[in-house]
């Protein structure tokens, strides 16, 4: 019954089924799911709140382009879906500057919290595991980190030897809707003290199909490619290794301007270091050092004629230094550095919208935790940054630009309670104070931004945000079944808002219609502005085996999540996601596992200034997933996937999307993937 215990692990964290076929042999011991983005490697019935895990069987067998795609039907979060090539997370409805996207512990979300059009430069084919943190934890990495830590871990830098000194995975898959085709591989091998690890993927979509006709979406389509490499020297106690990636990435905009249509031509290359000594002293149990440099670029470029409309060019350099220690008085902890520059140049369009950018940030953090008694632990955590952050901003009196600095000292602390109840319940409470500094966007923007068809405005006289969160939780992981809950309510003191004020504008300040004579008419206008808002919500989910059928198991799953949020001065938040009820029934044994539900999302009728409302809509999809005989793969675990996606073929629009009115979420879809791994 160890696999199945897995398995509710697994599904503890993402409520929607997760097919985790092992690829090794039966009598190999299944370890605790831990969580490697908390700063002790928690395990998930240890940690105050909940946890989303993503694994690599279910990121190949979705085949997402984005990680919003691969997240965004997970309790509590939601997408952007912008474009094929756009679509973030949104944790409990927040998004851009308060979620935090990390590759192996480190930064690299390129301008992505810029624009909803920008993408993440991180493809979940490139991911071996995603983790979703909220609670105490996320203080380890920053006040961007307000509504959560994504973290994308892909074992670039080797922290073990393979067994056997070598291992390996190939991948492949194709979706009707879009025919979009997919491949992967990864290899991994060492001799002596050192293991090297080379991996490479590539997709490739049309625009998708929509319901009701055979019509596309226009400007849907997407091509990634990525390729990396890592090697690492094991010592006695650690090891110290570095890694280098590059990935390009080319999406489509879509609702294009039929004269104008618009795609986004992004490449990153990626630079890593990490090195990890254990078992220094008598307290200190591990030191962790880690390092990156990423260099990100860039174009809109029009389709027509390719010439460049806007250029975003931003690098970042950021390094961490962490201590693990035990043994002090009650307390285990870990007590770090952490220090960032982030520099952003735009030219073109790009550059009439935000002036060159700087953003410098030096902090230090501590995490704790020790029993206070046999069944209760007491987590705690807090951090102190100093962020300068400079830019050009607007005179909107003279129609000048300033450059200014403005420096904050954001100042953070959270508390929580883990307490097992016996019988595999845990319950968790957790209390945070955050504080994050505003970024260059909201300050200094200042011009147009052709993709999003808007005009926007920053604030350079914005303060610090506060947010302010309280969260309960009920857990259970166990052989039968598994359930979770949890409910939170987060008030912030100076929410900064970028919203429609109703405005519209041409390319320059002066055709505002705000503006004496301003008659422009071509974009929305955008302002950022501060208000305090409350911001509360209710999560659930649940599995339970209800029958033996044949060698495996046949159960129930559902889900749950509801978030609101309003504003002290009246009316609701923009851009929040709806209330969704989800359910199936799944099948697992040993090489066949298969699920059939439904997830409703009801219509989104509380509405920001200036939003529409959003009708609800009903995916229900459908999964099969074959581990073919040992007999016909020898050696090699081969698994064969089925996926059906949006089989009612039903409407969607996606309430959060600035691009809803004039796109439809794909249409039905078939999926077929195969994965071997040696």
């Known amino acids: 019954m160890r696999r199945v215990r897995l398995l509710s692990a697994i599904v503890l964290a993402s409520p929607a089924f997760v097919h985790a076929a092992q690829a090794a042999d039966d009598a190999v011991s299944l370890a605790p799911m831990v969580v490697t983005a908390s700063p002790l490697g928690s395990p998930l019935d240890e940690l105050a709140a909940p946890v989303t895990i993503v694994t690599r069987d279910e990121i190949l067998g979705r085949g997402a382009a984005t990680l919003g795609a691969l997240l965004g039907d997970k309790p509590g979060i939601a997408q952007s879906s912008f474009a094929g090539g756009a679509s973030r997370p949104i944790i409990r409805g927040l998004d851009n500057f308060r979620i935090r996207f990390l590759e192996n512990g480190l930064g690299g979300d390129g301008v992505s919290a810029v624009s909803e059009d920008h993408g993440v430069p991180i493809d979940p084919l490139s991911a071996t595991r995603v983790e979703v943190v909220r609670g105490p934890a996320t203080l380890r990495y920053g006040s961007q980190a307000i509504g959560g830590v994504v973290n994308v871990i892909n074992s670039r830098i080797p922290g073990e030897m393979p067994e056997g000194g070598f291992s390996g995975e190939a991948s492949a898959g194709y979706d009707t809707v879009s025919n979009g085709r997919q491949s992967s591989g990864l290899m991994q091998a060492g001799a002596g003290n050192v293991v090297w690890r080379v991996d490479a993927y590539d997709r490739r979509t049309d625009d998708y199909r929509v319901p009701g006709s055979p019509s596309k979406q226009a400007m849907t389509w997407t091509r990634s490619q990525g390729i990396a490499g890592g090697a690492s020297v094991l010592l006695d106690s650690g090891y110290i290794g570095a890694s280098i990636s590059h990935m390009d990435s080319d999406y489509g905009i879509p609702v294009p301007d039929p004269a104008n249509p618009t795609f986004i031509d992004m490449e990153q290359t990626k630079f890593q270091a990490a090195a990890e000594f254990n078992d ?301 009820v989800g359910a199936g029934v799944y099948y697992e044994a040993d090489d066949l596992t298969g699920r059939i539900g439904f997830l409703h999302a009801f219509r989104q009728n509380n509405l920001g200034a200036f939003e529409t409302e959003t009708s609800g809509y009903t995916l229900l999809n459908a999964e099969l997933h074959y581990l073919l005989p040992r007999q016909m793969t020898g050696d090699t675990p081969v698994e064969l996937s089925i996926i059906g996606e949006n089989l009612l073929n039903d409407d969607v629009r996606n309430h959060v999307s600035f691009k809803k009115a004039g796109m439809l979420l794909p249409g039905r879809n078939l999926r077929v993937a195969v994965a071997a791994r040696f």
């Open 280 to 580: 220094l002293g008598a307290w200190v149990r591990t030191l962790r050092l880690t390092g990156g440099y990423n260099k990100y670029n860039h174009g809109e470029v029009e389709s027509f004629t390719g010439d460049v409309g806007s250029v975003f060019d931003d690098r970042l350099w950021e390094g961490r230094a962490e201590v693990l220690h035990e043994n002090i008085g009650p307390f285990t902890g870990a007590i770090g550095l952490h220090a960032s520059t982030h520099k952003l140049r735009a030219g073109g369009e790009g550059g009439e919208l935000l002036a060159p950018a700087d953003r410098r940030m030096l902090a230090a953090f501590i995490f704790e935790e020790m029993p206070i008694a046999q069944a209760l632990k007491l987590q705690l955590g807090a951090r102190v940054e100093h962020v300068a952050v400079e830019g050009g901003a607007l005179d909107e009196a003279t129609l000048g630009v300033d450059r200014r600095e403005r420096s904050f000292v954001p100042l953070s602390g959270s508390g929580g309670l883990v307490w097992s109840l016996g019988g595999d319940w845990v319950a968790g409470a957790s209390a945070q104070v955050s504080q994050r500094a505003p970024e260059a966007s909201e300050l200094f923007s200042k011009g147009p931004h052709e993709a999003t068809e808007t005009f926007e405005i920053g604030n350079p006289s914005l303060k610090k945000e506060t947010a302010m969160s309280t969260e309960l939780s009920l857990r259970r992981e166990g052989e039968r079944y598994s359930f979770e809950a949890a409910v939170y309510n987060t008030r912030f003191n100076g929410y900064i808002l970028k919203s429609l004020t109703g405005e519209t504008c041409d390319d320059t300040f002066d055709t505002c219609t705000n503006y004496p004579g301003g008659t422009g008419d071509e974009l929305a206008q955008l302002r950022y502005s501060q208000q305090d808002a409350t911001f509360r919500g209710l999560e659930l989910s649940g599995r339970h085996a209800i029958a033996a059928l044949g060698e495996g198991m046949v159960g129930l799953d559902g889900q749950f999540d509801l978030v609101r949020a309003e504003l002290a001065s009246g009316g609701d938040v923009p851009r929040i996601p709806p209330m969704r």
